[in-house]
């Protein structure tokens, strides 16, 4: 089964832009679909895009517009790319493997920080 790493958060003031990455190994992701989540401070995870195998992508309604998710096969990595952030996209951000409808199916790796300065 795929593990999956996320990497690419940090720390940005409002307005700047930040592209998350989720890279697979110990297998291919190019079958799989993959979704990103996020869990902010005292909140429950939630749903941000998901990517089908062949690229298709969906959105969470509320993450349409400053949210891009894209997948690179031949580098076995899908990224999410964040813009106009807000001190509320503050969260630790999660990849896994997914249904198009965003149910998840795999586990949880460490996620990636994202603090949104105001």
């Known amino acids: 089964q795929a593990r999956l790493v996320e990497s690419g958060g940090g720390l940005v003031q409002a307005g700047g832009s930040l592209k998350l990455s989720c890279a697979a190994s110990g297998s291919t992701l190019d079958t799989r679909s993959i979704g990103w989540y996020r869990q902010a401070p005292g909140k429950e995870r939630e749903l941000v895009a998901t990517?089908?195998?062949?690229?298709?992508?969906y959105y969470e309604h509320s993450m349409q517009g400053r949210y891009t998710i894209s997948r690179d096969n031949d580098k076995n990595t899908v990224y999410l790319e964040l813009s106009s952030l807000k001190p509320e996209d503050t969260a630790v951000y999660y990849c896994?493997?997914?249904?198009?409808?965003?149910?998840?199916?795999?586990?949880w790796g460490q996620g990636t920080q994202v603090i949104v300065s105001s």
């Open positions: 990517i089908s195998h062949s690229g298709t992508a």
């Open positions: 896994t493997v997914a249904t198009v409808e965003g149910r998840p199916l795999g586990s």
